[in-house]
């Protein structure tokens, strides 16, 4: 079975369908960030390196770059266009003046992945996950009490759905090891703000822990956190292993600093209703995360995701270690319907505007 196209990609259709609004670029093209030689038996091979391309409009109307960071499995084409073949969130931020950096974490995408190299790949993510989780939730109520509110998916979700299939298509593999894949992506991300100055940062799903992290390195050059349904609640585990430090698996820095082989005190947390989860965050007194108290921090949320009922638990955690953040759910601000990959999804235009009104709203230049 081959992907079908949502629209023809023939040059001449491509020119006919971007005349009336042509997008105009200063600059667009790709470099590497991170990255480090080891030895291999075939020679001196580079390991934890990130693809990032980078999109500059020619009406440049913001001095602080967005850098997108995606989800697990996926990579940056999450950004780069919809399920359904219309333009991405890269579209969106570049026309409305902001300069757009947009990666593959390491062992994802465009980041080569040996497993000699970058090391031992986790397990498939079954196609039912995405089926049930991503594309049409509103088919397995059961699943979360918020799955019956998704409407927005491009499509069927079933195997048989182009949309469904072009999202297939940009999945792959994760690291087996949850904390190397945040300590690579923490490196390349760090030594991607050291050459491109401040930014702010966007992330998405499992690409939540590597803006804490990087943050945490690199505080003086992080203006802003957009935390797309980032990785959670607190504490989670699965198969690749743990979030340790609350948000993530490989360490950040608190105050009272954690003693060699200590580990955070937590509590269980009661949910705020029903529909809702109770989530852990750290016993009192918590420990501070004092590199993130400065930086604007908002997590986006959507109503029927299957973080809907979770997310909360971020929030409260982030709150509890000094940070100043927003929480900002997408029905209350009357975008409804979307699910945990939001960016591709029919209104996706809808969901990026909540977003670009939050910015509005700060100073980040």
Same mark, same amino acid.
């Given at each position: ?34 990255g480090e030689l080891i030895d291999t038996d075939a020679g001196p091979m580079m390991r934890g390196q990130q693809y ?62 040996h497993p000699l190299v970058q090391g031992e790949m986790a397990g498939l993510l079954p196609t039912a996950f995405l ?58 991300? *760090? @030594? ?6 401040? %930014? =702010?940062?966007?992330?998405?799903? +499992? $690409?939540? &822990?590597?803006?804490?992290?990087? *943050? @945490? ?6 203006? %802003? =956190?957009?935390?797309?349904?980032? +990785? $959670?609640? &607190? ?13 993530? %698996? ?116």
């Amino acid at each position: 079975m081959s992907i079908p196209a949502a629209r023809s990609y023939r040059p001449h259709d491509l020119h006919a369908d971007g005349t009336s609004r042509p997008l105009e670029l200063a600059a667009q093209g790709f470099f590497w960030s991170g990255g480090e030689l080891i030895d291999t038996d075939a020679g001196p091979m580079m390991r934890g390196q990130q693809y990032v391309e980078y999109w500059i409009p020619q009406d440049l109307r913001h001095g602080t770059p967005i850098v997108m960071v995606h989800g697990g499995g996926g990579q940056g084409t999450d950004y780069l266009g919809t399920a359904d073949s219309r333009e991405g969130w890269v579209h969106y931020f570049v026309r409305a003046g902001w300069a757009v950096y947009v990666v593959d974490r390491p062992q994802h995408g465009r980041s080569p992945f040996h497993p000699l190299v970058q090391g031992e790949m986790a397990g498939l993510l079954p196609t039912a996950f995405l089926e049930e989780m991503f594309c049409r939730p509103q088919d397995f109520p059961e699943r979360y009490p918020q799955a019956k509110l998704h409407d927005k998916w491009p499509g069927t979700g079933r195997m048989d759905d182009p949309a469904m299939l072009r999202f297939l298509a940009g999945t792959g593999p994760s690291l087996a090891s949850m904390e190397q894949g945040h300590r690579d992506a923490q490196a390349a991300g *760090a @030594d991607l703000l050291d050459k491109i100055g401040p %930014a =702010i940062l966007m992330t998405h799903s +499992a $690409g939540g &822990p590597t803006g804490w992290l990087v *943050a @945490d390195v690199r505080p003086q050059l992080v203006r %802003a =956190i957009i935390s797309v349904e980032p +990785a $959670g609640p &607190p504490f989670a585990a699965n198969q690749g292993g743990a979030m340790t430090y609350g948000l993530s %698996a490989a360490p950040l820095t608190f105050d009272p600093p954690l003693a060699e082989g200590e580990s955070l005190a937590t509590q269980l947390r009661p949910a705020p209703h029903g529909d809702l989860k109770d989530c852990l965050v750290q016993a009192e007194p918590a420990r501070k995360l004092p590199n993130l108290a400065h930086i604007p921090v908002v997590v986006v949320t959507a109503e029927a995701s299957w973080m809907a009922a979770d997310n909360h638990g971020t929030v409260d955690f982030l709150l509890q270690a000094g940070v100043k953040v927003d929480h900002l759910r997408l029905e209350d601000r009357g975008v409804h319907g979307n699910g945990h990959a939001m960016m591709l999804e029919s209104n996706s235009d809808e969901v990026a505007a909540v977003i670009a009104d939050w910015l509005s709203e700060g100073d980040f230049d």
